[in-house]
Nanobody
């Protein structure tokens, strides 16, 4: 069993920045893919940024050049640096861990005012 605890969400004006963190309860980042997803009420959860166990990253087109996913395996934590935030980035953001089993964090709200 793995617990994922997210932090760093909040409210910011358009053009501002936030850093989301996701701490895993076990040291398995080096053998697991992880990602940040977003979800709106009654909508499907969609990927924002993804990092493989080998360290390769992928981003949704809407955030390329603005968001950066990274990880610190010593701290069992992944991050999402969000720059130049737009109103349309407003959503609940979830981190996920994907291996033999999949785990999700509880979600953190990001609100960007225009």
């Amino acid at each position: 069993q793995v617990q994922l605890v997210e932090s760093g969400g909040g409210s910011v004006q358009a053009g501002g920045s936030l850093i989301l963190s996701c701490a895993a309860s076990r040291s398995i980042l080096s053998i697991s893919d992880m990602g940040w997803y977003r979800q709106r009420p009654n909508k499907q959860r969609v990927v924002v940024a993804y990092i493989t166990s080998g360290g390769r990253t992928n981003y949704a087109d809407s955030v390329k050049g603005r968001f950066t996913i990274s990880r610190d395996t010593a701290k069992n934590t992944i991050y999402l640096q969000m720059n130049n935030l737009k109103h349309e980035d407003t959503d609940v953001y979830y981190c996920g861990l994907f291996g033999r089993e999949n785990y999700w964090g509880q979600g953190t709200q990001v609100t960007v005012s225009s």
